[in-house]
């Protein structure tokens, strides 16, 4: 049943360009998850996107929920850009659509592999497994391999495994991969014990070859700010799951989806056409802005933007002729002493006269100082780091017109911070949810903790070009 509180899925985005059915598209796909979040999904994700990529295969990866951190790795090891499907944060009728979207930009691929997040049947808090990657499963009619953490178990890894797919029989969890095995005696133990429940084993990872990336207080340390190192833990990935793995068998498994029928999501019916207008919108990145989704840029260029790229850490200015600047999420805090440094470009940021649209870290740069350290002064806000998680879906209300919304329009996005800011939300706040302002609107800045998915409301992407020229 669809969730009473989701999203609105405002204006259709989804349809064919021409107004036609989609033909129907036998994509192999397969959504790799587990009953609780340390499992290993992604290590088994990841190895397997760069394992099918070494057959030849093009794969497509995608991330169930709002996760930045592991599509930057599913992108290392398929050599295109991982991309996420959440239905919180895009309504259900888009998720099937973006996942064709991605499957077939810039090439069609030959399967893909999607990421859940945390366990199978967790989702929204308080909405019934809504966003769960098991909801995700049913709405790209995919079937699931599960991942089991086996550290602790036998027999009962039979059980678990035959309980998570009795607890919704619309989910098809088409076999396991048994990781964390400790020794060849215990594999025959778990091999056994799932057989007698009919659940096929398609790969076992011991114990001892497990591979890591190295991981920070919001999960793995995003692939930019290592990327060396980043290619050595795919590469081992890789290695792997090609021998632990039955990649055969897993083929057959994501063979077995029926036809995507949904029509490809695309950006220009999203936003409408394009605005007729060309200013250019610089979009921060590098290691300090990692945090981005791949739709955003592409309804900006849909709209008629230039999309220019810029790194705060290096570049000395902003990209010439840019009319907006749109600054995302990442770890400004790891880099803050290298943000300061560039004091020609937070000198141009704090006067710039167009639109800013700021999320998390943005919202921190643009402060007067974080944990002391002076950044861009374009608020009038300090942040500093906490030992608390903010983590969480919100609905939230625009408080005040601004480039990115007009006052009263309803969206979904989430959190995911450890730092405040003093004050918490200006005289002019950005959002309302739970009955309380967040964030800030200075004259023609917008800027907060809040993420947002703009595929879920692609018309962002046209009030910020339209704000943009003069």
Not at 205 to 234: C, F, N
Not at 399 to 410: H, Q
Request: net charge negative; with cysteine.
């Amino acid at each position: 049943m669809p969730d009473p509180a989701a999203p609105n899925p405002g204006p259709a985005g989804s349809g064919s360009p021409t107004g036609q059915p989609a033909t129907p598209w036998a994509l192999p796909r397969v959504v790799v998850a587990a009953p609780a979040s340390g499992h290993g999904k992604t290590t088994v994700a990841t190895g397997l996107l760069a394992a099918l990529r070494r057959r030849g295969l093009v794969v497509s990866p995608h991330k169930v929920g709002p996760d930045y951190i592991d599509p930057g790795y599913h992108a290392l090891a398929a050599g295109r850009p991982g991309r996420n499907l959440d239905p919180w944060l895009v309504g259900e009728e888009r998720i099937a659509p973006l996942l064709r979207h991605g499957a077939s930009t810039p090439t069609p691929a030959d399967v893909a592999v999607v990421e859940g997040v945390m366990g199978l049947h967790d989702g929204a808090v308080g909405h019934r497994g809504f966003a769960s990657t098991a909801h995700v499963a049913r709405l790209i009619d995919a079937p699931v391999l599960l991942v089991l953490d086996t550290t602790a178990q036998g027999r009962s890894a039979a059980a678990l495994a035959l309980g998570m797919a009795a607890f919704d029989p619309a989910v098809r969890i088409g076999g396991v991969i048994l990781n964390r095995v400790g020794s060849p005696r215990h594999e025959r133990l778990l091999r056994d014990a799932l057989a007698e429940v009919g659940v096929p084993v398609l790969g076992a990872v011991a114990r001892a070859t497990e591979v890591a990336a190295p991981s920070r207080h919001l999960g793995l340390v995003p692939v930019a700010e290592r990327a060396p190192e980043s290619v050595a833990v795919v590469d081992a990935l890789a290695e792997l799951v090609a021998a632990t793995v039955d990649l055969d068998a897993v083929l057959e498994l994501a063979g077995t989806a029926p036809p995507l029928t949904a029509p490809a999501w695309d950006p220009a019916v999203a936003v409408g056409g394009p605005t007729g207008l060309r200013p250019v919108v610089a979009v921060a990145g590098g290691p300090a802005f990692t945090f981005s989704y791949a739709e955003t840029t592409e309804l900006l260029a849909a709209a008629g933007a230039r999309v220019a790229v810029f790194d705060p850490l290096h570049d000395p200015a902003l990209p010439a002729g840019t009319r907006a600047v749109v600054i995302g999420g990442g770890f400004p805090e790891a880099y803050a002493e290298r943000l300061a440094a560039n004091t020609s470009l937070r000198a141009e940021l704090a006067d710039f006269s167009g639109p800013v649209v700021a999320e998390c870290a943005g919202l921190l740069y643009l402060g007067r100082a974080l944990d002391g350290v002076p950044m861009c002064g374009r608020l009038d806000l300090t942040a500093r780091m906490t030992g608390r998680l903010t983590l969480g879906y919100r609905a939230a209300v625009a408080a005040t017109d601004s480039p990115l919304a007009a006052a009263g329009e309803a969206v979904h996005g989430h959190e995911f911070h450890r730092t405040v800011t003093d004050p918490g939300h200006g005289d002019r706040p950005a959002w309302r949810w739970d009955g309380a302002a967040h964030g800030f609107v200075d004259d023609r800045v917008h800027a907060s903790y809040l993420h947002t998915h703009w595929a879920g409301h692609p018309e962002t992407a046209r009030r910020l070009v339209q704000a943009a020229t003069p």
